[in-house]
């Protein structure tokens, strides 16, 4: 074996001067298509559903358990709740103190945490794969026994609180916490964390009564990836932990309704501050509207990665700043799309023209064809590399699963991406790139920023919280 | 004899189940490049990951950030791939990219599809063979990384304190105690000459190694090695600065007030063991045992018991090294964030009293296995990603020149004892050698002064 690769090599030294130019970079074959391991689905007599996936690759199973129960289900006057009551499922139950579950789930290598994004709230979690059993006992025990106890509300209250202040001294989270507020108005979506008096306002009934609403199985989705034993005997084992769950209906999510997109300019004052966060952005689309692939590829040419306008420009060319980006916000009911940056206090507006220009230029030139083969290329390769590790496959399938995307989008992923045509980007970009019709959240000191965003916009301060 | 050859059987056993194992072929080219190659066809994915022994404790006087920004020269460009084609390229062909300074090395890789392999070689063997050194490119990335430092440092709380104030109180050497990221005075001070210079001492193939993991066929990878980077020069090694610290270490505290926090926090570290020594182990069960996962000893008796502290991290080498690539000397330090309704001393005594419980009573086994079971599960866990797998191979290469520790070192740990834990707590963690930095919150200044001036 040794021998052989020896040879091949002294092969390869004589014939490097012919084989290969090292002034020019190497012709390589087309990144290869995502092959999509077959996807089992089941559904138990009270809902359930059940989607099961064998990994081999590593001896672990990765679990999740999610509810369409996200903080958009939050009550109104107590934003942050699907948060809270997500990070207390795990802090005891009917049978189990916090301590007999941590203890527990560590000694089979386990995690086990709940989460609330807009949409979905998630019980995820990974075990080895030999106590895979296990791991089930322990979440059908925290989804159906979660009891909220007492002393543990309060302590989860106060250390929110804590932790919302530690939050606050984040310029990005300041930015992130009046941007969604401004885009989203009455919608529960403008809330990205709970507020002190919605904190003040919780407590173990709200919990409870949470619960008893949304986390019931018809509402669910059981996702297991992994080394899992057998089709069949899999089934067994969450037949025996969540048959005896109870069914029951569960209320719509809260109607659709968003502001109009239009210009505003907010200026949060954070005294000291070094920098300008600046977002510029609007409401655009999910997942399943026409205009969806051809805005995400266009958000890659403009700000997706070091490539993209946003970072030539803005960063490499003009040294204005260390991070410039777009990003898409892509929840189950709506969507956005948001040119961001940090800047020093000095060249703020300079800075607020390059990205506005930026962001208008979209809709008025075509993209080059390189351009757009580049970025098809890239998020095809990185779509790729995103499914390497075994919790990445898990996340990527829940999602389908809980964001009412079509069965085969994982597998159409690289094919809709590829079909994308430049005029159509020109038109997605018209409809949601325009500047004319952005909000804009500036955080930052006012005393040094102030003037130079008055040319773009009736600048509307407010404190930081 | 028959029963210790059981056990001896037995316990290989265990042990070859402990983690999957890493294939590792290593050797070098005529240059004196290492390399190191992993086969894994379960995806069709690659990593190529360069390191560089050379880190910021590399530093000299006046020239602190050096290494950082040096790192940020390696993306701007080479003969004949120039400013904007690294990117670029990476991107155009399904990849991702980036590039980290250390205290004791400098890495960067590229993730790629597998059949992508040579594009990344390519790449890294012309900016080792001819990295484009000019005034234009390296004022504009001193201006990108004092961006850097504003937006990850000045702007932020906590992260001043703990880059440059930190290292100020638990080190004497200035190699081991300067700023890493550095001061906008040294930026500015460095020259293209120093560039250049920094580049043909520590960027030279016999200063690096190559590792290579991902659905690779090896023949064939060798060969495009040996093509890209077979005749790159070697040159004369670098000298290494002593980083020796006094071998007594002495308590020291000093208090920040962090215009930008508004939860105060502590930082709490002792002095640091010899890697891979038997003490190396036993700090890292010990550093289990008081933080790792829900069931630790901080979780259970200060968030929850106390209720006193409401976030830590801790590591042997925190903030800027993890037990795999940490170098003594280092420490072992931790950061906790706490309620406002406590002090500093009470939190710092309430942490020196859960090492206390180890220093007189070990940990019972249940506890003990307990940490065994998830060091490994978290081992397991992060060995799925290519790159984290080419991390800990070119880490244990340029650190320890022992690559396949990947595959031995988890046994170490597992082999700890109560007792070992019990006597690296008592000799390690006591008050005696205890460094202290107080983060408080401080209220903004009434009137700020002019902000510094920079030169342009």
Redesign the interface.
């Known amino acids: 074996m040794r021998k052989q690769a020896a040879a091949i090599l002294f092969t390869g030294t004589m014939l490097m001067a012919q084989t290969i130019d090292r002034t020019k970079p190497p012709e390589t074959p087309p990144i290869p298509a995502f092959k999509m391991p077959p996807v089992h689905e089941a559904k138990l007599p009270n809902g359930l559903s059940v989607v099961m996936l064998e990994d081999a690759r590593f001896p672990l199973v990765s679990v999740r358990l999610s509810f369409q129960a996200g903080s958009k289900f939050d009550p109104k006057d107590m934003p942050g709740l699907a948060g809270m009551v997500a990070g207390l499922l795990t802090q005891g139950t009917k049978t189990r103190s916090f301590r007999d579950l941590a203890e527990e789930l560590t000694s089979i290598g386990a995690t086990l945490n709940g989460n609330a994004s807009p949409d979905v709230l998630t019980l995820g979690g990974s075990v080895l794969a030999e106590n895979t059993a296990k791991l089930l006992d322990l979440t059908a025990d925290v989804a159906l026994n979660a009891n909220f106890p007492e002393n543990e509300v309060q302590l989860r209250k106060q250390n929110r609180k804590q932790a919302l202040l530690a939050q606050r001294s984040q310029p990005a989270f300041l930015a992130k916490e009046k941007f969604d507020e401004v885009l989203f108005g009455d919608h529960p979506y403008a809330y990205i964390a709970p507020t002190m008096e919605s904190i003040d306002r919780m407590d173990q009934k709200s919990m409870v009564q949470f619960r008893d609403t949304f986390l019931v199985p018809n509402n669910a989705v059981l996702l297991l990836v992994g080394q899992l034993p057998g089709r069949a005997e899999t089934l067994k084992l969450v037949q025996e932990r969540f048959g005896s769950w109870k069914e029951q209906p569960v209320p719509a999510a809260p109607a659709k309704n968003f502001p109009e997109s239009k210009r505003r300019l907010v200026l949060v004052d954070r005294p000291g501050s070094v920098q300008a966060d600046i977002h510029i952005g609007r409401l655009a689309v999910t997942r399943t509207d026409p205009d969806y692939y051809p805005l995400l590829v266009g958000n890659a040419i403009l700000g997706g990665g070091a490539s993209s306008r946003l970072f030539i420009d803005v960063r490499e060319k003009q040294g204005f700043a260390y991070d410039a980006h777009s990003e898409l916000d892509r929840r189950k009911d709506a969507g956005a799309v948001t040119a961001v940056t940090q800047v020093r206090n000095e060249v703020v507006e300079p800075a607020m023209e390059a990205v506005l220009g930026h962001l208008s230029a979209m809709a008025k030139t075509p993209v080059s064809s390189t351009e757009l083969s580049d970025v098809k290329n890239h998020i095809s390769g990185t779509f790729l590399l995103s499914l390497e590790t075994q919790a990445s496959l898990a996340d990527q399938v829940d999602l389908v699963k809980t964001m009412g995307l079509p069965n085969d989008y994982l597998e159409m992923f690289t094919t809709r991406v590829r079909s994308v045509e430049p005029n159509q980007i020109q038109a997605a970009a018209r409809k949601y790139l325009s500047p004319d019709q952005a909000t804009i959240v500036v955080v930052g000191d006012a005393s040094k920023i102030e003037r130079s965003l008055e040319k773009f916009g009736d600048v509307q301060v407010e404190k930081a919280k | 004899m028959k029963y210790l050859l059981t056990l001896a059987i037995l316990l290989c056993a265990v042990l070859q189940a402990a983690q ?1 194992v890493i294939p590792i072929e290593k050797y070098s080219l005529k240059n004196g490049m290492r390399v190191i190659l992993s086969r894994d066809n ?4 690659v990593t190529i990951y360069m390191i560089f022994d050379v880190g910021a404790r590399a530093e000299e006087k006046g020239r602190t950030g050096f290494a950082h920004l040096f790192e940020h020269m390696m993306f701007e460009g080479s ?3 120039p ?2 084609t690294h ?3 990476v ?7 980036n590039g980290s300074t250390h205290p004791d090395y400098t890495d960067y890789f590229e ?9 990344g070689l ?2 890294e ?2 900016r080792m063979r001819s990295l484009d050194i000019t005034a234009e490119n390296l004022a ?1 990335q001193k ?2 990384v ?3 430092r ?3 440092f ?4 906590y992260s001043t304190a703990i880059v440059d104030r930190w290292p100020q109180i638990a080190f004497e050497n200035w190699h081991n105690s300067h700023s890493l990221i550095g001061s906008f005075e040294d930026l500015n001070a460095a020259s293209v000459d120093d560039v250049a210079k920094f580049f043909k001492t520590h960027y030279a193939p016999n200063n690096a190694v190559m590792v290579i993991v991902g659905d690779i066929q ?3 990878a ?3 090695i ?3 980077f ?1 005749d790159i020069p070697s040159q004369p090694k670098p000298e290494r600065p002593d980083l020796s610290e006094p071998a007594d270490v002495k308590a020291r505290s000093d208090v920040y007030h962090d ?5 105060p926090g502590v930082v709490i570290g002792y002095p640091g063991p010899v890697r891979h020594s038997p003490d190396y182990y036993a700090l890292g069960m010990i550093d289990v045992a008081l933080t ?4 630790s000893r901080f ?2 008796d200060l ?2 018991g106390k ?1 006193s502290v ?2 830590y991290q801790s590591e042997i080498g925190w903030p800027f090294a993890s037990a795999t690539d940490y170098k003594n000397p280092g420490r072992y330090a931790m950061f906790l ?1 706490y ?2 309704n406590f002090t500093s001393e009470q939190i710092v005594n309430q942490a020196q009293e859960e090492i206390a419980k180890i220093q007189n009573e070990g940990v019972d086994a ?1 506890e003990l ?3 065994r ?2 060091l ?2 978290e081992r ?2 992060a ?4 790159l984290r797998r080419a991390q800990l191979l070119g880490q244990y290469e340029i650190l320890d020149g022992k690559p396949e520790l990947i595959n031995t070192d988890l046994e170490k740990f597992l082999a700890v004892t109560s007792a070992d834990m019990q006597a690296a707590a008592k000799q390690y963690l006591t008050p005696e050698h205890r460094a202290v930095l107080d983060i408080l919150p401080a209220p ?2 009434p009137a ?1 002064p002019q ?1 510094p001036k920079e030169s342009k």
Request: charged share 25%; aromatic share 4%; proline share 11%.
């Open positions: 999957p379960a995806v069709p994915v003969a004949h791939a400013k904007g990117f670029k390229m991107e155009s062909n399904g990849g991702t990219l993730v790629l599809p597998a059949n992508k392999l040579a594009v390519w790449l063997s012309d504009n201006e990108a004092k961006q850097e504003r937006l990850s000045d702007n932020r709380p090896i023949p064939a060798k060969k495009l040996e093509e890209y077979g215009q930008h926090a508004r939860v790792g996962g829900p069931s979780q259970l968030v929850k209720q409401i976030q964030l309620k406002p249940k296995e307990r940490s079971t998830l490994r599960s397991i866990t060995l799925q990603s290519s903004p200044p700020p902000a």
